[in-house]
């Protein structure tokens, strides 16, 4: 199957440590070279070859680190045609900009091929099911990307798939979506640990996978959100016993939320599916829009993020989305970046030691 999440061997340093991953720098011909972060310990196994990425909890924050390693490298060097005669499915049940386009555009940068399947064509769950569509591509192809609405569609997947699946969207999870998003920060703020990020509006999929990624991360993470559409309670439980000394909260006041964070970060008030509910969201929403008004609570250098498409007027302004301050179109180009290191830590294999 290819159920086993990412997520390598841990080994003991000297110390009794348990410690997960790496350094990766692009080398000649493009050949991933994975390095040993600590010189005179044993090598670390920190592979992640052949397996799924369905959340954002199949990561330690060892290889959190690694995927943003790998993406800063691959977007600074390059990669090369590493992925050359691979071929990996676009499984999606919705539809995308963003999703579609970076991923075929970051595997013909490894030089392989994505092959687009619309939920017209394949009619999962209704011409055949989901366990037969595994097997069958999995005979076919090397991976596996889905964009879909239950996450349950995902688990499925990957429960019969004898090649990684990756998840692009689900109504549980973005985590591709918080990769492109950390390895942002990464770039403008310089270090991930201790960075403060409040993100204001709905606890949908992307505020999950952003609440585990922050505390992977070693970040403080802050949801703002009226009340009866915060993150769940076993997310936030879950997000607080993850490892990487990080820390994720609630709050109702998007004031004190983004006080001291160094960027605030919005969504839509009706996710994708729900639509139909978005009127009467608005007037509960209205006190959450990311304006000018609720900048100013926040530090002056604070960066504005979004992860688009953006419903101006709603919960953001085209103000706000406009200004210097703004890392939006920042957040979309790392798509590339962030899902190309990841296919080719879930794909390739790393250049011998």
Known sequence: MGG??????????GAGR??????????????LLILNPYPGSALLDITVHGRDFTSMLDLSPEELALVL???????????????AGRTLALLFEKPSLRTRVSFEVAMARLGGRALYLSDQEVRMGIREPAKDIARVLSRMVDGIVVRTFAHQTLAELAQWASVPIVNALSDDEHPCQALADLLTLRE???????????????????AVSLAYA??????????????????????????????????????DDPHEAVREAQAVYTDVWASMGQEHRLDERREAFTAYRLDAALLASAPADA?????????????????????????VFDQAENRVHAQQAMLLLLLGRPAAQ
């Not at 936030?236 to 909260?249: D, I, N, T």
């Open 4 to 13: 086993t999440p990412v997520g390598g061997t841990r080994v003991q340093d």
């Open 303 to 327: 960066l504005v993020m979004h992860d688009l498409p953006a419903h101006r007027g709603e919960e953001i302004t085209d103000e706000v989305i406009e200004s210097p301050r703004t890392v």
């Open 18 to 31: 348990g410690r997960r991953g790496g350094r990766a720098e692009c080398g000649p011909r493009g050949q």
């Open 214 to 251: 922050s505390v992977l991360a070693g970040m403080q993470f802050t949801c703002a959100s009226p009340e009866g559409y915060g993150l769940p309670p076993a997310v936030l439980e879950q997000a607080r016993a993850l490892p990487g000394g990080g820390s994720a909260r609630q709050s």
């Open 69 to 83: 390693d790998t993406a800063l490298a691959v977007k600074r060097d390059g990669s090369g045609p590493v992925l």
């Open 188 to 206: 403008h703020l310089g270090v991930l640990h201790g960075a403060r990020l409040a993100y204001v509006g709905e606890g949908n999929n992307v």
